[in-house]
């Protein structure tokens, strides 16, 4: 009876003692992991970059050194479609790796082969789908991936650029990346039948302007033709000025289509010659030129014009003298630009970036960025008598930007500035929101995208997209 009281003991302490063993060895473990975890860096689509041999084989990065940005066809003998499959197969194995956190791990990944849209631009349409832990995580979230029974269906048009090393190897990495809808194309895992055309927008390529030989002229057929603008060009508004040929007007100070011509210039004063801010406009192709005195202020910075129709048009001009604060001005005509009358004044006292307007009463404003003022875009809906401020919604920071700017890091800190809102094919308002000229992450080329379909009432988050240095 004895020995089986010891012996009971003795299981007993045995099992305390394994139990122990066992938690000690548990804690140990998750310590390790977690420590594994933590070491991991995820890399966002816009930072991930891979870098290949010419057979298409992963090896391990170079220093950067006699790169050369090319198109994928000048890279050995890879098509882009190669190139997009092995950058997704890549960036996403980043979510499969052994010590990975499981909400953010993916699991049984299924790539779709790549389809070209752009073998100029080497644009890709990507396609995959995985299976989620968690299927109400949020590190998804900027992936506008389509849930369907745990899975996680998700498209991007991807812009890649490679950089070619000249010593059998290339970097490749996206520039952009959009939802097909932003691109011009049906979403196939919202819509089975993607649709083949691509309806994306063109600027017409057969009426422009040039400066050549002391003249502004300009062309309705691709350049077979010149029309002489009756102005001196020395009033006009250029931007690189310099020799007399190859000047590049102010953006937005001018327009040229087949149905109006108009060029802004003026608003200048050099010793006691002063010229009121003008117009010169042309509704037939150049025939006939009307000039129109806007108003007699002078010391212009920026100049703006828009038609809506052949009645309503819009100017706006920012005036600055002698280190005065800059102040600008709104324009409108309701009969062809015959007669123009000030309706209103800018918002801020602040230096103008641009402006655009989508009908002779609603306009945007956007301002250089002040760290003192909340939002540097503003909205008029009444021909700038009254503005509103545009707070483009705040997202969660991305995984990347977080790990590389520090937990201090919020999205406000991070994206600040908003650029001239832009209108697509679709009459959609499109704005981004820069990092602004001092961004830290990924040196302030990442910016986030936003839309607005109910002409600016609201304003949806769209995604990262890369955005070039001009």
């Not at 992936?143 to 970097?171: K, L, P, Q």
């Not at 006292?349 to 945007?364: D, N, P, T």
């Not at 990347?400 to 094919?425: C, H, R, T």
Request: a negative charge; proline letters at 2%.
């Amino acid at each position: 009876m004895a020995n089986k009281k010891y012996i009971i003991k003795l299981l007993e302490k045995t099992a305390i003692f394994v139990a122990f063993i066992i938690a000690v060895v548990i804690l140990v473990f998750n310590g390790y992991r977690n420590r594994k975890s933590r070491d991991i860096n995820i890399k966002s689509r816009y930072t991930f970059a891979v870098t290949i041999d010419s057979s298409g084989n992963v090896v391990e990065p170079r220093d950067g050194k006699d790169v050369n940005h090319t198109l994928s066809k000048d890279f050995a003998g890879l098509g882009i479609s190669d190139i997009s499959g092995i950058w997704t197969r890549e960036f996403l194995a980043q979510y499969s790796q052994k010590y990975l956190s499981w909400s953010k791990k993916l699991k049984r990944i299924e790539i779709e082969n790549p389809e070209v849209l752009d073998y100029e631009n080497d644009i890709v349409l990507i396609k995959f789908s995985a299976g989620l832990n968690d299927s109400n995580t949020d590190n998804f979230e900027e992936w506008e991936g389509i849930m369907d029974n745990g899975r996680m269906h998700c498209e991007w048009v991807a812009s890649f650029i490679i950089d070619n090393h000249y010593d059998g190897t290339a970097t490749i990495y996206v520039s952009s990346i959009m939802s097909p809808e932003d691109y011009g194309i049906e979403q196939s895992s919202k819509n089975s039948n993607i649709s083949s055309s691509l309806e994306k927008a063109t600027e017409s390529t057969y009426a422009y302007y040039q400066i050549k030989n002391n003249f502004l002229s300009v062309t309705y057929d691709g350049g077979e033709k010149f029309i002489n603008v009756p102005v001196d060009i020395s009033k006009l508004p250029v931007v690189y000025p310099g020799s007399s040929d190859g000047l590049t007007l102010m953006s937005g100070s001018y327009i040229v289509s087949t149905t109006m011509t108009a060029f802004l210039y003026g608003g200048s004063q050099s010793g006691s010659n002063r010229t009121p801010l003008t117009v010169i406009y042309s509704t037939n192709l150049g025939e006939e030129w009307i000039t129109c005195e806007i108003d007699a202020t002078y010391g212009a910075q920026y100049m703006y014009i828009d038609f809506f129709d052949e009645k309503n048009g819009v100017i706006v001009a920012e005036y600055s003298n002698n280190g005065a604060q800059p102040h600008s001005k709104v324009y409108t005509t309701s009969n062809g630009g015959n007669s123009w009358a000030a309706t209103g004044s800018g918002p801020s006292s602040g230096k103008l970036k641009g402006v655009k307007f989508i009908s002779s009463q609603a306009g945007f404003f956007a301002y250089e960025y002040d760290e003192q003022v909340d939002s540097n875009l503003y909205m008029t809906t009444d021909s700038a008598k009254s503005f509103e401020k545009i707070y483009l919604p705040e997202q969660k920071l991305d995984t990347a930007i977080a790990d590389a700017l520090g937990e201090q890091a919020s999205w406000s800190s991070v994206f600040s500035e908003a650029e001239v809102p832009v209108v697509d094919k679709n009459n959609d308002i499109i704005v981004y929101l820069t990092q602004g000229n001092d961004g830290k992450y990924n040196n302030g080329k990442t910016a986030a995208k936003y839309v607005s379909t109910d002409k600016g009432v609201t304003f949806k988050y769209l995604g990262m997209v890369e955005i070039s240095d001009d």
